[in-house]
């Protein structure tokens, strides 16, 4: 099975600060897909951002990038200009189209970030 | 956004009766899942659907079943629900590789 992990459980950052979270996976694939999710207290699943592992370049949107290392199997999370709606659960997830017919998710345990005032 | 609702959204069961809770999406796409949320587990597959009456096991199948028999319902069922499986459940649609999962609202179930 495909492994995905989050190593920081919990996180905290100052409004307008800089954050990144870490997640780490295993597989012995080249071609996979790569997501962030944002769980919000409301508990909807909310996509952030994706990455496919065949593009070099690191996916940003708005606020959000990442920090893809396909040798080093991590892929971070770096969130630019915290702001208190950033209060929430993230979960890195993991997908491998070839594995299975169901394009199955493999997601890590989350880390729960606090956006201080 | 694709529709995805699932219902109930909250529900108290007691321990050995037999719960079903639905999915229904309202867009015909293919990929359908059930998961469920647990603090220190993350999201964890029970089980998805690639067509009309086409499912197969995710990694915690046991004591749960389900079924598709139109492409916008799916149905997972707690034959006899156990205290273990307390939890909230998120029901997932694949609208395409790009986009990756979309969620309904979960169901939060709690078995006493």
């Known amino acids: 099975a495909q492994t995905v992990t989050q190593s920081q459980p919990e996180m905290s950052v100052q409004e307008a600060e800089t954050v990144t979270l870490s997640c780490t996976y295993d597989?012995?694939?080249?071609?996979?897909?790569l997501f962030w999710y944002k769980q919000p207290p409301s508990r909807q699943m909310i996509l952030v951002i994706r990455?496919?592992?065949?593009?070099?370049q690191n996916a940003t949107e708005n606020r959000f990038s990442v920090n893809f290392q396909k040798a080093a199997k991590s892929f971070s999370l770096k969130i630019s200009d915290s702001q208190l709606g950033d209060t929430a659960m993230y979960f890195c997830?993991?997908?491998?189209?070839?594995?299975?017919?169901?394009?199955?998710?493999?997601f890590g345990t989350g880390t729960s970030l606090t956006v201080i005032p | 956004d694709a529709g995805i609702t699932q219902s109930p959204r909250h529900k108290v069961t007691e321990t050995g009766t037999p719960v079903t809770l639905r999915c229904h999406q309202t867009e015909n796409h293919r990929y359908m899942y059930w998961y469920r949320q647990d603090p220190g587990h993350g999201l964890r597959l029970i089980h998805y659907?690639?067509?009309?009456?086409?499912?197969d096991k995710g990694e915690v199948s046991d004591g749960y079943s389900v079924s598709r028999s139109k492409t916008e319902d799916f149905l997972l069922t707690l034959e006899s629900a156990t205290s273990s499986q307390t939890s909230v459940y998120f029901c997932?649609?694949?609208?395409?590789?790009?986009?990756?999962?979309?969620f309904g609202s979960g169901t939060r179930l709690t078995v006493v």
């Open positions: 597989t012995s694939e080249n071609n996979y897909y």
């Open positions: 990455q496919e592992a065949y593009k070099q």
């Open positions: 659907s690639y067509g009309v009456k086409d499912t």
């Open positions: 997830a993991f997908m491998n189209p070839l594995l299975n017919t169901g394009n199955q998710f493999y």
């Open positions: 997932a649609i694949s609208v395409t590789l790009e986009t990756g999962h979309t």
